[in-house]
């Protein structure tokens, strides 16, 4: 039973700023430069999700990508697309939109909508020349 | 004299919403769906920019590639990038920013900046899926 | 009322054979290689779509891109995804699905669903290496 | 004596159809849906060979990419390219070649051509969006 | 009888230095900055070849690509792929290899192949962001 | 305290060649073929470089991407761009510029660079079809 990843491309749109409600306004500028725009900016991210397990000799499958592709619509897609993070998505009202707090959001979600012997990694492109990647330790 | 086409890609992060101030929410909703959202959402802007010339047949240049740069840094690049462009750009304050409005924009930016003699082509990709091409008909 | 191209990239997956019935096997191996293999083979074809007119000074728009995309989800991708062109696709059952051939079919179908002051053009990537263009001349 | 991995990327486009003989219409149709098409659909598959060593220190190399680029030519290219995988691949005439077991088969064909104390992982795109990566365990 | 246009992708890599041999050192430095290292510098150039005509109503091509194919490696690809555009390409041992008169030169060898009814397009990626197109004008 | 694995996209043209001082001419033509051209050949380097560590939770950032970009600004791009690796950078003056030294040499050079808690990886696209990857074991 050969463990193989299969993976799984998405994108979504959406505006954010990166501050700290509780740092002064000097702090923040040191800090996030222009990121810290306070009429916000945004980006197309690209998101990869990628899921590992042993392929299911009846189908030849990992994880049905139909299934996956759903998945990652009504976590990722339906919540973050054509939004603004700081003010319009729950998990980001307290925490700081960065590449990386976003994986982690993401992976969270999608995490407890997989069979628990599957293992995730999210990977994140904020730009084409920026991503993280991030799978749960 | 052969004519060539010189093309540079650059890019910015810009928020912004589709609507119109003097139409009333549920026609903006109607015409703009999800590019209305109140709170902007944000995008990777790629830019094409293609000027069309003579070979200088000293320098084998159309044009000199590194003052092209220097133009689109200074006209978009530093105007655009990291803002938020109904609010923070002049001249979307009362024009509605869409890729077709912002190629034009554009245009009229640059066109100025090059020798009379030189075409000029902007292409804008708003996502990989969907961009514009203006050249100044 | 400048006038603006606007291109949205689709694609769709389908199986296909180059020949022709009316032709040897010997003369269709000579012209068509190993695309004549009677089993089929099959790409992913990308598709881009793109329309030209003037900008609508209401909404900024040429075209709204919601629509463009149904057009074609409707012409191209429910009547070619995951398809044996050859054999399931109506207009390649007396003409050999080239790219070419491809392109032309494409173009017919979508231009009565536009408005007639529109342009269009279509580009066809059979392969990330080989592709077409096709404009209605 | 540095460990390095060494990739290289190739492509063949083939048709195939997602299906079990032992199982009904109906079953085939609800697991596979439009993968299951009887005329069968295709791909452009993008293959990415990544085999890791210690680079030789007489070389430079890992491996000599030449000689990389030749076994995939014969093992992968030459066996798949342009071929019906269900009826003209002898290793799915009884396996689904779904992206997951066409990964496993590639990798089984390469890794006894590598001498033994090199690791090597397959990665395939059946699509851009779509993608699976085996690496033998 | 649909006039379409058929594009092939190629590419090579090679060493060049931009300078004139007739011009200062410090005049070459001046105009042509980094480009001017007399160790020389080197690309992975990426080309696109595209041929307009009509479609042959037997075949359903413009072109066989497999033809284009050959011509290109012919007349490009062996001449100056891992080659020194400078030293050891005839058409430059008096001619500045700029990315413009690169493409004049490719479309001067390439032209005279092709029946006399297709017309040829040179587009020439000197990096992903730098590229110039050249129609024989 | 999340591990996330940050990277950054870069890029430098060069011309090297692959042979070494103590081998005859056949030895050198026979195990590096076209890529020991004595006049050199060239590549646009695409590089990424890949940071893993926690997540700071002040800033929600692993390493402030504007720091990691002037790191590979100095030890890489200002070091490699538009210089021949053979006869004018240091650390290739007695060792082969394959894909895989160059990785092994740009790791060397921006781990010290980094705080000592942070993993790091290289991968370099030597062009878009080869590329290695490297970290440190």
Redesign the interface.
């Known amino acids: 039973m050969?463990?193989?990843?299969?993976?799984?491309?998405?994108?979504f749109?959406?505006?954010?700023r990166?501050y700290?409600k509780d740092w002064s306004n000097e702090q923040n500028e040191e800090?996030?430069?222009?990121?810290n725009?306070p009429?916000?900016?945004?980006?197309?991210y690209d998101l990869i999700v990628?899921v590992t397990g042993s392929?299911n000799v009846?189908?030849?499958?990992?994880i049905?990508?139909?299934i996956l592709k759903e998945i990652i619509k009504e976590e990722v897609e339906d919540a973050f697309?054509?939004?603004?993070l700081n003010?319009?998505v729950e998990e980001f009202k307290n925490?700081?939109?960065?590449?990386?707090?976003i994986?982690?959001v993401i992976y969270n979600k999608i995490k407890p909508r997989l069979e628990t012997h599957l293992e995730l990694e999210i990977t994140l492109f904020e730009?084409?020349?920026?991503?993280?990647?991030?799978s749960?330790?």
Not at 58 to 62: L, S
Not at 95 to 101: G, K, Q, S
Not at 127 to 134: G, I, Q
């Open positions: 050969s463990k193989v990843t299969v993976s799984r491309k998405a994108h749109n959406a505006a954010h990166l700290r800090v996030f430069g222009k990121c725009n009429s916000f900016h945004g980006h197309n990628s392929i009846d189908t030849g499958y990992v049905d990508i139909k697309d054509h939004k603004n003010l319009q925490l700081n939109p960065t590449a990386e707090n994986s982690v730009t084409p020349r920026n991503f993280v990647t991030y749960g330790n």
